[in-house]
């Protein structure tokens, strides 16, 4: 039985789209309303975007979804977790003020920011689930606190897994530091020495300071595998493609463990989860970039459904219709639906769906 998504498509010019009245509708239609009850605690966990990022989700499109959880008496607050990385998310103190700088705050909102695992991403709690990599997750601790969660995930293209969106977000999004690297730990980047300029910008950026300037026959970076923790900041930072992953089975295996992360995150608000995917301002990069990214495709519209892989599989889909396999241009060493396999196998959701529009 294949499940139900809804879907809003932007059919004229997007400055014309009623965002507003749509997100109504798919709230309604989806059954996020029945997600939480009233006067209970609603997560409603969001990507802030990295300093200098433009294509994050809109705070006033964010403060729609408040909205409608407000209507029903629940108590949403809108939550992100500290990033491995240095960046401006590495605290909650500094991602708040980012946060903040990006429009979300309460006036704009209408709800508080929590970060949801502690002041530097310390606050974790062990989910038992069974899965090919991992037995025990670690989620952000205010994530198994909360009552209910609604996600609003943006669809992009991304470094690690070819194509990034609810999986992404609830998977790596919702794990503390230590979840993350555990997701992150069979991962390994090499330097290649005819590429690499000196420059020094992975030297900067590396948070475990596993990266140094040596003297070869030229300078060269170096990274010191015993202390590097695959976080892959140094890959997207090199302007000069210096930074090498062997992606075949490093790919997958993120894909698969950040399904299993994924899987124990919906398990730690016992299932209580809906998702909202935005097929909006479309980038190469995930939110994680700090920069002003072009828009890789057109603005395809809003996607909701009460499962993560249908949802995802759904918008992956509609982007390839219109546009083609895009992120399969842009990342050809990814298989992009492994991470919807591996998904369904472990019992998160199913990949067959059937789209009905609002
Ligand atoms: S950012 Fe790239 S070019 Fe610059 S030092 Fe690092 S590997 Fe070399
Ligand atoms: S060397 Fe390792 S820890 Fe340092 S930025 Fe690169 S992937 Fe991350």
Redesign the pocket.
Same mark, same amino acid.
């Given at each position: 039985m294949p499940e139900k998504v809804y879907f809003a498509p932007i059919e004229g010019s997007v400055r014309e789209f009623n965002f507003e009245g749509k997100l109504k509708k798919l709230f309604s239609a989806a059954g996020l309303d029945k997600v939480f009850s009233p006067d209970e605690l609603v997560a409603v966990k969001i990507h802030f975007g990295e300093k200098g990022n433009t294509g994050h989700i809109a705070p006033k499109h964010t403060g729609y979804i408040i909205n409608e959880i407000r209507r029903r008496r629940g108590k949403p607050f809108l939550t992100d977790t500290t990033t491995?990385?240095r960046g401006q998310r590495g605290n909650a103190v500094d991602h708040l003020a980012l946060a903040d700088e990006h429009g979300y705050n309460f006036r704009n909102c209408g709800a508080p920011l929590v970060i949801a695992d502690g002041l530097r991403g310390q606050s974790g709690v062990a989910i038992k689930i069974k899965g090919k990599h991992f037995r025990q997750a670690h989620i952000a601790s205010e994530f198994a606190h909360a009552d209910a969660m609604i996600t609003l995930s943006h669809a992009t293209g991304h470094i690690g897994t070819g194509f990034a969106c609810a999986l992404k977000n609830l998977g790596m999004g919702c794990a503390s530091r230590g979840g993350k690297r555990a997701q992150?730990s069979h991962?390994? %980047?090499q330097a290649d020495r005819l590429k690499c300029t000196a420059c020094g910008e +992975?030297v900067k950026? +590396? %948070?475990?300071?596993? #990266?140094k300037l040596v003297k070869k026959k030229k300078k060269v970076a170096q #990274?010191?595998a015993k202390?590097? #923790? !695959? +976080? !892959?900041? +140094?890959?997207s930072?090199c302007r000069f493609s210096a #930074?090498e992953f062997d992606w075949g089975n490093m790919g997958r295996d993120l894909q698969e463990r950040i399904a299993e992360y994924a899987l124990a995150a919906a398990a730690a608000l016992g299932g209580k989860v809906g998702y909202i995917n935005f097929l909006t301002r479309i980038t190469e990069s995930c939110d994680c970039m700090g920069i002003d990214e072009p828009r890789i495709v057109p603005d395809i519209g809003l996607v909701a459904g009460r499962d993560p892989v249908a949802v995802d599989a759904a918008s992956y889909d509609l982007i390839a219709e219109r546009n083609g396999d895009v992120f399969k241009e842009l990342y050809p060493d990814f298989e992009v639906r492994d991470q919807f396999t591996h998904a369904e196998k472990i019992g998160l959701g199913t990949s067959k769906y059937k789209i009905i529009k609002v």
């Open positions: 491995l990385y992150h991962m390994r %980047p +992975c950026w +590396c %948070p475990e300071n596993a #990266i #990274i010191n202390k590097c #923790i !695959g +976080c !892959g900041q +140094c890959f930072v #930074i």
